[in-house]
């Protein structure tokens, strides 16, 4: 993103995002950190899996790109942006910490938002309606090192795309969405959330965790998953009179922020 954008951002009343899996290999924080710096908003929601200690667990991977990332979202908190953080089934162990409040960070399982517009939003992060994490854990597990396998081989085809001159693509999203199995759990994901949301009385329910940015309207109920910052590094954004609108960061930026940020950036973040 210009100069231009930094000095004037993006301006929304709300900006929601999930799975960043800061401490990964696969987190795309070049995009994020420039995202975050190009816009401004009045509250920043982390829908989840902001960092990933599953993955930690197998050896620390944090380089300074990362930290640029924590610190971009504390000097939002400190601008008076109201940070509202409800965990995921990767940084689990922050759940004991529900009710927290550290300045103008908040820590929630769950919060209802009200748009501009007067409709109100359940947001979270989703993991509670996955049958697999909530039923067999260790499967979970197992099947988050078979995918940070599979995002290591996007990385490859990546800066092999990068030599061509080519803009990001995910080779995990686009085989995600190709295996008939996987999108059958999508859409089971999806009913699932959507029934959640008629069943509390709310106009929607905004989550993450599946790594698949959607927003469309299920039997009355408007279902918004924000995406990712692995695969699709997109994020949900409330604009000032109330209208929700998907971002896909990676049709803004140049592919080179996918690889190690310019020195530059990171002073500024510093």
């Not at 979202?73 to 008076?80: F, P, Q």
């Amino acid at each position: 993103m210009s100069e231009i954008t930094r000095i004037n951002p993006l301006r929304y009343r709300s900006i929601f995002i999930s799975d960043v899996h800061l401490g990964f290999r696969g987190c795309q924080a070049g995009y994020l950190l420039d995202f975050l710096q190009s816009t401004h908003c009045k509250h920043l929601y982390l829908v989840g899996d902001i960092v990933d200690l599953w993955e930690m667990r197998h050896g620390v991977y944090w380089p300074e790109v990362h930290n640029a990332v924590v610190r971009a979202v504390l000097e939002k908190a400190r601008a008076d942006t109201q940070v509202i953080f409800c965990p995921g089934n990767h940084d689990e162990p922050l759940r004991a910490h529900l009710g927290a409040d550290f300045g103008n960070v908040l820590i929630r399982d769950e919060v209802v938002h009200e748009t501009a517009d007067g409709r109100r939003f359940l947001v979270l992060h989703g993991d509670r309606f996955d049958s697999v994490v909530q039923c067999g854990p260790w499967l979970a597990r197992l099947g988050s090192r078979v995918y940070g396998h599979l995002l290591a081989l996007n990385g490859l085809v990546s800066r092999v795309r990068r030599h061509f001159g080519l803009r990001y693509w995910s080779l995990a999203g686009y085989l995600k969405h190709k295996v008939k199995n996987a999108v059958s759990y999508i859409g089971s994901f999806e009913q699932a959330v959507a029934a959640e949301a008629r069943l509390r009385e709310v106009d929607g329910m905004i989550c993450g965790h599946i790594h698949h940015a959607e927003v469309r309207e299920m039997d009355g109920t408007l279902y918004c998953n924000c995406g990712d910052w692995v695969e699709s590094c997109t994020a949900l954004v409330e604009h000032h009179d109330g209208r929700l609108e998907l971002l896909r960061w990676t049709d803004a930026v140049p592919e080179s922020l996918s690889g190690p940020l310019p020195a530059l950036a990171l002073a500024r973040a510093a």
